[in-house]
């Protein structure tokens, strides 16, 4: 997903791990409103921030949110 996508959906997932060994990469499975399932890297703030079933938009040019 690129900078300039804008979708909507509910989270059904947060994971995060150390891919290359040295940065935390935090991620959501989220379930957009069109159906199909999608896996967004997202700031801490925001991983902090939401939890399982919350529903989050992504606007162009800004991160994801909680809805």
Request: without cysteine; charged residues 35%.
């Amino acid at each position: 997903m690129s900078d300039k996508d804008v979708w909507a959906g509910t989270v059904v997932k947060k994971s995060r791990g150390l891919m290359d060994g040295s940065n935390m990469y935090r991620r959501l499975k989220v379930e957009l409103d069109g159906g199909s399932v999608e896996k967004v890297r997202v700031p801490r703030n925001v991983w902090d921030e939401v939890a399982v079933g919350d529903r989050v938009v992504k606007e162009a040019g800004t991160d994801p949110r909680r809805a």
